[in-house]
């Protein structure tokens, strides 16, 4: 890690109480019968498709799924935070509406649960944009706490070491993410509209060569041979062009066994 801090230990230890808590809730849900992973649910909606055609859809019946990111009781009413891949939304859980045993179900569920829901789209008083909630299905019980909201996820070894976890947290990180998929996409329509091939070449060679860098090594057992994973894919792309495809490229994995930091890694693209 980083460093530690004076609370590290106390932190700890609370996080283990507060995941033994979760642990008897999903037991009780369980006594409930109901099944906290593995449930199938169908979406109609994601949450900004909702946000974006709220004209449209305001008093429709729509088909949601997402982690809780936040939960605010109201005794025998409920706002929570709702977040999907695209982005949030509010939706209210009411006693009256769903029912006391789902309502019960509802009170076991913890920020960072995953689950699915019908209910109707509306505008609540303060003019936000929300769903009112007629049923809910676990799809996925959470058993470690979030970081907490104000701090969030700070730590940059535990971010790296952790990704899911930092994905979750910190939302700019996932723009990212969604970033480098669209220069990828963009790259290979680049070059596919001018003629050129992509292909895949082998990661495993009898030779560590095409660039100057330490390579890893591995043993093929059948072969009895040791081979190095590719710290470049230019042998490889020659060949091909010596074979008669003019125009190649590819977009692989390449490995160098050499130094590590947050911005660079042994293993990349």
Excluded at 173 to 190: A, C, G, K
């Amino acid at each position: 890690m980083t460093g530690e801090h004076p609370n590290d230990n106390h932190n700890e230890v609370n996080d283990k109480d507060l995941t033994a808590v979760r642990l008897q809730k999903r037991e009780r849900l369980r006594e409930l019968g109901v099944d906290p992973y593995g449930q199938r649910f169908e979406r109609t909606h994601q949450l900004q498709e909702i946000l974006d055609n709220f004209d449209a859809l305001e008093g429709q019946t729509v088909l949601v799924a997402g982690r809780l990111m936040a939960i605010r009781g109201h005794g025998k009413a409920s706002f929570a935070d709702l977040r999907d891949m695209s982005g949030k939304l509010q939706i209210y859980v009411k006693l009256d509406q769903v029912g006391e045993r789902l309502y019960e179900i509802w009170n076991l569920l913890d920020l960072g649960d995953v689950i699915g829901g019908r209910g109707t789209v509306f505008r609540t008083r303060r003019g936000e944009v929300s769903i009112q909630i007629e049923e809910f299905t676990v799809l996925s019980k959470c058993l470690h706490p979030l970081p907490e909201k104000w701090h969030g996820l700070k730590d940059v070894d535990l971010r790296y070491r952790q990704r899911y976890l930092d994905l979750i947290v910190n939302p700019e990180v996932r723009e990212i993410f969604l970033i480098r998929s669209r220069v990828v996409r963009e790259m290979r329509s680049y070059l596919d509209e001018r003629g050129f091939f992509e292909v895949e070449t082998p990661a495993m060679n009898a030779i560590a060569g095409g660039a100057s860098a330490r390579p890893f090594v591995t043993h093929h057992n059948t072969l009895d041979l040791r081979l190095y994973l590719r710290i470049a894919t230019e042998l490889h792309l020659k060949r091909l062009i010596v074979g008669g495809f003019e125009k190649v490229y590819e977009i692989g994995r390449i490995f160098r066994n050499e130094g590590i930091s947050t911005k660079h890694n042994p293993e990349f693209t």
